[in-house]
C-alpha cells in the first residue's frame, strides 16, 4: 500500500521529535510499504534560530531533506509551507497526485490539519501521543473534534483510556491503545564519533522540559505538566550516589528553576546546545548509563496508562529506566529492564537495584524493546486493528 505519514520533523526541527515521527516511516518501510513522509500542519514554520514563526520554511526543509536522506528516504518526503501554499521535496508539483494515490494516512499527533486532498484519502488512522490533554481539548468541541472525528480509526498512547479507574474522558471516540514504534536497528547504530568525556557518560540521564503548556482543567481540577511531578522528587540526587545529568528546558516563561535544582544535585543542560538535532538526541541517550525520568502530572493524575516514546529508545540501546508509573505497568512488564516507581522510596529502590544489577538489567531492556516497541511491529498493529 501507499501510506502517508505526517509529523513534524521540519516545523520543529529537534531531536526527538524528528525520532518521534521518523520511526513510523521506517516501521512501515520495513513492513514492504511504498511510504511518503507528508508535512502538512497548517501553520507555519518554527525558526528555532529566531525562536519564532517564519514564512521562510528554508532552515526547516533543509533539515527534513537532511535527516531524508540519512535514512535513505531522499525521495520520499513532501513539506508543505502554510505561509505561501507551496510543495518542496522530491515530489515538486506532482505533491497532490502522490496523495491522492495513497491508500492510508497514518497522522501522527494530529500534525497534519487535513485540507480536501489528505481527507480524501480511503483510511485516516489518528494516532494521539498526548493523552488527557488532546481528549479533555475534545470534550470541549470546535474545530479540533471536527478535525480527529474525520478519521475512521483512533489510536491512543493511553493504554488505559476507556477503562475502570482512567480519568482520560473518551469524548465518545473508541480508542485503541497502541505504543511508539522503535527502528532498534538505528539505536544500536553510532551516529557521531566516540567521545570519552561525554557530558551523560556513567550518568542516569532524561531530555524533559519543565513546564510545555499551561495545565488544563476538566471537572474541576487541573492536569498539569512534568514541573509539578517533579517537586515530589526535588532531593532524590541526596537519597543515591548516583550521578543524573537532565537536559531540561526551561518551559514556558522560562520558569525553570535552574540554581535550585543545581543546589539539589541535579547536573542541568541546555537541550538546544547538546541535542540541537536527532544526531546529538542519540548520541547522549547512547552516553547515558540508565533513564530516571518523571511523566506530566496529566499523565499520571488520570491514570493514562502512557509510556514515553523516549523512554522506549532508552530500552532499544539497553540502557535501563525507572520512570514513573501511569498506569502503564498494568500493560508492560515492570521489573527487569524498565521499572516503575510511584514514590521516592520506589525511585530510590528502582536505582539501586539497576545499579548492583547492571548487565542483568541491560539485557533485559533490550528485550523489552524488541518485544513490545519494535517499529515493524508496532506499525503492523495499527494496520491489523
Excluded at 494515490?101 to 485516516?124: E, F, H, M, Q
Excluded at 515530589?232 to 543524573?244: I, Q, V
Aim: with cysteine.
Amino acid at each position: 500500500m501507499r501510506i502517508l505519514v505526517t509529523g513534524l520533523i521540519g516545523n520543529y526541527a529537534f531531536g526527538g521529535v524528528t525520532w518521534d515521527y521518523l520511526q513510523y516511516v521506517l516501521g512501515f518501510r520495513d513492513l514492504g510499504h511504498d511510504v511518503w513522509y507528508l508535512e502538512d500542519t497548517a501553520t507555519w514554520a518554527y525558526d528555532p534560530v529566531k525562536q519564532e514563526p517564519s514564512a521562510d520554511c528554508s532552515y526547516n526543509v533543509n533539515y527534513l531533506e537532511r535527516v531524508m536522506h540519512e535514512f535513505d528516504l531522499g525521495d520520499r518526503w513532501i513539506y508543505r509551507n502554510e505561509a505561501d501554499d507551496t510543495y518542496h521535496g522530491p515530489a515538486g508539483a506532482g505533491a497532490d497526485q502522490v496523495i491522492r494515490d495513497a491508500d492510508v494516512l497514518v497522522n501522527v499527533s494530529g500534525a497534519c490539519w487535513l485540507r480536501d486532498v489528505t481527507a480524501a484519502v480511503p483510511r485516516k488512522l489518528f494516532v494521539d501521543g498526548d493523552p488527557m490533554f488532546t481528549h479533555v481539548g475534545l470534550v470541549e468541541q470546535g474545530r479540533s473534534r471536527d478535525h480527529v472525528l474525520a478519521h475512521e480509526e483512533h489510536f491512543t498512547f493511553g493504554l488505559n483510556v476507556g477503562r475502570p479507574g482512567c480519568r482520560v474522558p473518551t469524548a465518545g471516540i473508541h480508542w485503541k491503545p497502541t505504543v511508539q514504534p522503535i527502528a532498534i536497528d538505528w539505536w544500536r547504530r553510532n551516529l557521531l564519533p566516540h567521545t570519552a568525556s561525554h557530558v551523560a557518560r556513567d550518568a542516569w540521564t532524561t531530555v524533559m522540559n519543565w513546564a510545555s503548556y499551561k495545565p488544563r482543567e476538566f471537572e474541576g481540577e487541573d492536569y498539569g505538566q512534568k514541573d509539578i511531578e517533579f517537586l515530589r522528587f526535588f532531593d532524590l540526587p541526596k537519597h543515591t550516589s548516583e550521578k543524573f545529568v537532565l537536559a531540561m528546558g526551561q518551559g514556558i516563561g522560562r520558569n525553570r528553576p535552574t540554581e535550585r535544582l543545581e543546589a539539589a544535585g541535579w547536573n542541568i543542560i541546555e537541550p538546544d546546545v547538546y541535542l540541537p538535532d536527532y544526531a546529538t538526541y542519540h548520541d547522549f541517550l547512547a552516553n547515558s548509563k540508565a533513564e530516571w525520568s518523571i511523566a506530566k502530572n496529566g499523565y499520571v493524575k488520570s491514570r493514562s496508562g502512557w509510556f514515553s516514546c523516549r523512554s522506549a529508545c532508552y530500552l532499544a540501546l539497553g540502557k535501563p529506566v525507572v520512570v514513573q508509573d501511569t498506569g502503564w505497568s498494568e500493560h508492560l512488564p515492570a521489573g527487569e529492564g524498565a521499572l516503575a516507581f510511584d514514590s521516592m522510596e520506589d525511585a530510590v529502590r528502582g536505582i539501586e537495584a539497576i545499579a548492583s544489577d547492571y548487565e542483568r538489567h541491560s539485557t533485559a531492556a533490550k528485550k523489552f524493546a524488541e518485544q513490545y516497541f519494535d517499529a515493524a511491529k508496532v506499525c503492523a498493529g495499527l494496520l491489523e486493528s
